[in-house]
């Protein structure tokens, strides 16, 4: 049985239960946050919870993060999880406990805080070698998709619709530009040129995706953040996607048609190494 955290309290999973009051079950008021752990060793922590602290500034949840690592690395523990390869956190704050109105509720009412944590999976080697398919969507998001609202619905049916048609990610476009995955960011090959979306209120400002573009510079690469025409994707030599559980996931198929040759490409490649050399040190 898994322990997670609730309201500042350890407990175990069946016994954690919120109120059918909470905002983030009525109104899909609220915030999360899902972080990282190599082998017990949390990845950009502090990245994730200055996005959180944006994200809690924006809405106006008065939570004031400053047990959260303390909670994070406890709740890995509790777990017997420290030494595993991959895992993570999972961190859900909400507006709190009230009768239901659209405004907010009374000063005094307080945030649900809840967390888990579980290990991930990674595809094996020659798994990941073969590559993956994504099928393009529309976007059909609110226009703050760089706060990591729970409210999700446009989200998850656009994963529901990959996974319907054989693929693993939803490609976002909008005014026929690609913006994201449906739960990662995404970059395209272009000459060589490393390119993403710029980190605007269109995208999730991804951790991974920032460590990417770090990296990429480090080896050398040139690295471009400009908007991406689908047209243009579709040509792309390589396409991969990015995110905390999904790290680098190659795109070998857009819409049934092949990416580039087909086949898993080297800058793809390259820079998985590095970001697994980079976490699993
Ligand atoms: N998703 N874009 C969207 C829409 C996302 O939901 C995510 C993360 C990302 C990648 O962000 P990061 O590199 O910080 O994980 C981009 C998480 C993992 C989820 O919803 O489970």
Known sequence: ?????????????DLATVSVDDRGFLLADGLYEVTSAYKGNFFRFEQHIQRLIRGLDFLRINYDPVDILEMHLRLLAENKLEDQEASIVYLQITRGVAPRTHCFPPEET???V??????????????WGQGYAAITVPDNRWGRVDIKSIALLPNVLAQQE?????????????????????????FGVFNG???THPATHEILHGVVRGSIIELAQKMGMAVIERPIAL????????IFFTGTTAEVRPTVYLDG?????????????????????VVDK
């Open 257 to 277: 048609c092949p990416v580039g040759d087909g086949k898993v490409g080297p800058v793809t490649k390259a820079l998985y190494d590095k970001f697994r050399s």
């Open 114 to 127: 809840y967390a888990f944590a579980r290990d991930f999976k990674r595809p094996d080697s020659k798994r």
């Open 231 to 238: 047209d243009e994707m579709r040509g792309a030599e390589e």
């Open 193 to 195: 040129v490393v390119t």
């Open 110 to 112: 307080l945030p649900t």
């Open 1 to 13: 049985m898994s322990v997670v955290y609730l309201n500042g309290e350890y407990l175990n999973k």
């Open 162 to 186: 990959a996974i319907d048609s054989g693929a693993i990610e939803a490609l976002l476009v909008k005014d026929g530009m690609v913006l994201e995955g449906s739960h990662s960011n995404v």
